[in-house]
């Protein structure tokens, strides 16, 4: 199977079918085997409803009990079958019709062991990020591990990414929270995988959506994370 495309899920009636749906016909139309694993992190509304309206045959959810971002993405990167996974949020913020540009990108070179989103190339809608995460907390988070782990990435918490699931396999991870997809760009980094970026366009969330992200608890928690990564 050439690509597996990994959605966390919690409570996200309103947008999961339209990301499912984007992510179908962005395998489709560029000719590519895929499957699409929801990670379901306990929703109690119609999410599963919608995610089970779908083919199961390339549609599959599965069920992680235990609570937390990293938890939900690790628990469905076990069961993807795919050469490359591609992780992206279900509150469609993302646009999962780019599939195709990040997995063109990964396999032109066999050296780049994962593909990253950068919204400061590509655009953020108006609304789409509050000014504390725009001006100060994604770009401050991103210097740090640029000036601690020798790299010059734009965007490191862009959560639409792709990676080769044999080079995911190979690392042990640790975190459990939102935190989770820093140490991925981390352990990618030390294992001495390329990361390439690509422009990608952050969208509002619609109206009346509560954010899982909490700014200062998971912005300290990230950074510290950091930290303790390069220094312990």
């Known amino acids: 199977m050439d690509i ?25 139309a560029n000719n590519l085997q895929g499957e699409i694993i929801v990670s379901d992190n306990g929703s109690t509304d119609n999410s599963l409803n919608i995610i089970n309206s779908f083919n199961p045959n390339i549609v599959k959810v599965v069920h992680c009990k235990e609570k937390g971002y990293g938890n939900a993405l690790l628990f469905g990167f076990k069961h993807a079958q795919g050469k490359y996974i591609l992780m992206g949020d ?60 020798f790299t010059n990435l734009t965007d490191t918490q862009c959560g639409l990414r792709l990676f080769k699931k044999e080079d995911f396999d190979k690392i042990t991870f640790t975190a459990t929270g939102m935190e989770f ?40 928690r990230i950074l510290f994370f950091i930290l303790r990564k390069r220094f312990l």
């Open 4 to 28: 597996s495309v990994v959605i966390p899920c919690l409570n996200e009636e309103r947008t999961i079918g339209l990301c499912l749906e984007k992510a179908l016909n962005a395998i489709k």
């Open 90 to 149: 279900a509150d469609n913020t993302y646009d999962f019709s780019q599939l195709g540009e990040f997995y063109n990108t990964a396999a032109s070179d066999e050296k780049i062991g994962m593909v990253m989103g950068s919204r400061f190339r590509g655009g953020i809608e108006k609304g789409a990020m509050p000014f504390l995460h725009k001006y100060l907390g994604n770009p401050f988070l991103t210097a740090v591990v640029d000036i601690l782990f």
């Open 181 to 220: 997809a820093t140490e991925i760009i981390i352990e990618f980094l030390l294992h001495k995988f390329k990361i390439a970026e690509i422009p990608t366009k952050l969208y509002k969330d619609l109206p009346g959506r509560k954010p899982h992200l909490r700014t200062f608890r998971d912005g300290f």
